[in-house]
């Protein structure tokens, strides 16, 4: 059984950082195409970051330079390393995996997600 479990969101002030993790379990993440996305209240649900199978990443323009999206295969973690945080990333963000190994960041094209982690940036 596919389960994704993120961890890591909270609060920061502007310019800050948290490293969110998501741990998964059923399935072996390197094998699969792996991405996060965020839903702030209001708005779509929309991609941060992807990484595929074959170690190639993707950034949404509004977080390149700032977010990494990486992946520990021992642990069979994925995380999302985010630096210089500002006000407009407050959101829920989303941990998503699909065994299709090419992905861009389209939500409807992940089939497994976890069940989200808060994170809040004050200004």
């Known amino acids: 059984q596919v389960q994704l479990v993120e961890s890591g969101g909270g609060s920061v002030q502007s310019g800050g950082s948290l490293r969110l993790s998501c741990a998964a379990s059923g399935f072996t993440s390197s094998r699969y195409c792996m991405a996060w996305f965020r839903q702030a209240p209001g708005k779509e649900r929309e991609g941060v970051a992807r990484?595929?199978?074959?170690?190639?990443?993707m950034y949404a323009d509004s977080v390149k330079g700032r977010f990494t999206i990486y992946q520990d295969n021992a642990k069979n973690t994925l995380y999302l390393q985010m630096n210089s945080l500002k006000p407009e990333d407050t959101a829920m963000y989303y941990c998503a995996a699909d065994p299709t190994w090419w992905l861009l960041l389209r939500p409807n094209d992940y089939n497994y997600w976890g069940q989200g982690t808060q994170v809040t940036v004050s200004s």
């Open positions: 990484f595929n199978s074959y170690g190639s990443t």
